[in-house]
């Protein structure tokens, strides 16, 4: 295999498409989620926050500055408001008109297609978010393991905590961005509501992901924008590499 890396593992690794294949079409928008299906992501990801007549909006930043051609915080736009802004124009001319999505909208043309991995971003800013984004999965039959392929992960502890005592069937993904989340003590009181630990590539290697596996909990490492970033993780034993470019990652799906 290329690098030595070793094929069993590139053979089973999830593809996460990061914020849809965010490398080709402009992040968190409907073209970047279908540019990850038709690269066969196993997963898109997509960040989810509330407007400020409480609907559940695909966006990452807390602001809508640097993906649209507005300007202000999303929580003082409506969904009407927010759904007038251009979220493509920002990364090429050619996806001019590109919306900022519902998570719904989402769940409705994806859900099917593909698995999706949802962050709650921000929740401290969006009291009771972790309920919406659980109704809305709950309308779809989505709230359990058995259908669809449906992950919730934040870099919000507590709030996941709430989500796992929501909709207890629902995996659970914890983002880490420091060693300090990444010790034994915290490892197993992850374990307490999750099923995955997500640190930044960075901090991933072989000890660490044994030390996850112990514990009977899968890990993705984010966020792969080089190629050469892929080998060492698939060499660590990671389960899942959250990506910008899908085909960056050795292919295994039919
Ligand atoms: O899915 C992991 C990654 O999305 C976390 O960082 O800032 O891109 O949301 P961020
Ligand atoms: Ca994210």
Known sequence: APGGMPDQNADKVITVAHRGASGYAPENTMAAFEKAVEMNADYIELDVQLSKDGQLVVIHDTTVDRTTDGTGEVRNLTLEELRKLDAGSHFSPEFAGERIPTLEEVLDAYGSKTGILIEIKAPHLYPGIEQKVADALAERNMDESSNGKIIVQSFDFNSMKKFHNILPDVPIGVL??????????????FKTYADYVNPNLAYVNRDLVNRIHALDMGIMAWTVRDQ????????????????????????HKD
Do not use: K, N, W
């Not at 880490?176 to 009181?189: F, I, K």
């Not at 050469?228 to 292919?251: C, F, K, M, N, W």
């Open 176 to 189: 880490t961005s420091g060693a300090h989340h990444l010790t034994d003590p915290m490892l197993q009181e």
């Open 228 to 251: 050469s970033q892929v080998a060492p993780l698939l060499e660590a034993g990671v389960d899942g590499i959250i990506t910008d470019y899908p085909d960056y990652v050795p292919r």
